[in-house]
Each structure stands twice: as structure tokens, then as C-alpha cells.
């Protein structure tokens, strides 16, 4: 497990750039581990859920990413509409419930290129950048 980030520093940090004065809405997004299993929260049915919620609580995630294409996600993030700073942290190994997972710091110019940008990011790195593997009570 690696060292949380203080979102703070990182927003002064982003206040400091030469960016800031093109920034009008910051938005960070921070993911965690959390006990209910995730095919059980992502459910549409109640089958699903009851599919879910039969594996048991999440005790602990097991917690990998792709360090280049993340990179490279970061970097395309930058050319995004009115996108002007980005910022990312993952975390790895065995991670138990209430760990962080990710950091995900973006300034924009607007409201909605900021929560656009989040999204698009945040989906991107969970759906191709991270490998989860819950393990279960």
C-alpha cells in the first residue's frame, strides 16, 4: 500500500500552477474500498443483487494498474475541453475496506467540462487501467 495524498496539497499545488488562472471548478474523485461486493452494488436486478450479496462482505481488494497506459490517459485528459490540469494517484497491493484506491484531481474551466472530464477519467482508468480482485468473509 502506498502513501494516501493529501487533496489539500494537491489543490494548492494546482492553485500554484500557470494553469490556475484558466480554472474556474476543481472536482476530485476519491475511490474506495468498500464492504458490499461490487457485482452486488453494480447490480440492475434484484437476481443480481441477491447474486452479489451471496458472495459475502469484501473483506480486503487486491489492487494493480497499468503505470503507461496510465500515463498515456493522463496525457490525453490534458487535450480534453477547457481541461487545463489533471492529476492521479493509484494505490496497489491488498488494500482493506476504507482504503483508498484512487485519487483523481481535474481543474477545468467550466462545470461541465470538469464533470465531464471526471467521468470520462475516472471510467477509463476502471475500465482499463486497474485490475480489482475482491476477496471475500
Known sequence: MKQTPSIDQWLAEAKASPEAAEIGMYLTHNGVVRITPKKQARAQTDEERA????????????????????????????TWPGVHYVRVW?????????????????????????IDALQRLVGNIKENLV???ENYA
Open 90 to 114: 493509484l494505490n496497489e497491493g491488498t488494500l482493506k475496506v476504507g482504503d483508498s484506491l484512487m485519487y483523481v484531481l481535474i481543474g477545468a474551466d467550466i462545470r461541465p467540462n470538469a
Open 51 to 78: 447474486a452479489g450479496a451471496a458472495l459475502g462482505e469484501v473483506v480486503s481488494v487486491d489492487f494493480s494498474y497499468d503505470a503507461e497506459g496510465l500515463e498515456r490517459a493522463i496525457a490525453d485528459a490534458r
Open 131 to 133: 485490475v480489482e480482485h
